[in-house]
């Protein structure tokens, strides 16, 4: 049976005193009994080592949520995976759905920073999902088959064993409508599928490959429940230690 994986992405939130204050909730919340699940949050670059800090001694590993593919230079405003490993964290949120749209990266970029973070030892959070517009027209499966051939193009069978999928429909964002655990399910099954085809039987039923968008302590346990549904990646449910601890509690046991 796959462990299930709760992780918070707290985006472009939380300066670094809300940071600690969110992260010592957290601890407190979670030394108190065996999570069943890993945890992972991914805050801001500006305080990923604060973070980490706190987190020690603590079932909470610590993320990022983005870097760049060169190993250092004049990238103003970048940050390379050598820096993230620096600061103790051990993952990295690559490919979001906001990363995608506002900032432009496209499959190929994705998949240069997936191969760098694997190199460097950082375990990729490879995000994926489609929008309402290509779910109403009936693509959504070429979407997903697109971004994650695209996105492991080069990955080995081995460097996979590091990767963690997130499946984020995009129109299921922030906005408060959930893929309902069926149509959830259905997509992960048939991602699960594709990494049958694309590595092994073996590579499909190891990898991890989380649910995401709107995720709430309401909706989370029948979310987990799902037999392809391995954990969640939590947004703004996320920020409020009593509800993120919440979503833990609903993993599969
Ligand atoms: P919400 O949970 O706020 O919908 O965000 C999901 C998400 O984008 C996590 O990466």
Redesign the pocket.
Known sequence: MRKQIIAG?WKMFNNLSESVELTAALKAGLSAKDAGCEVIVCPPFTSLETVHTIAKDSPIQVGAQNMYFEENGAYTGEISASMLLSTGCTHV?LG???RRTIFGESDAVINKKIKKALSAGLKPIF?IGETLQEREGGTTFDVIRKQVTEGLQNVSEAELGNIIL?Y?PVW????GKTATPAQAQEVHAFIRDLIVKLFSAAAAEKIVIQY????KPENAAELLGQPDIDGA?????CLKANSFLKIIESCRK
């Open positions: 992405n949120i979001h759905s906001e995000c997130a984020e299921a964002i922030g906005t995401g968008g709107s995720v990646l939590v947004g703004g449910a």
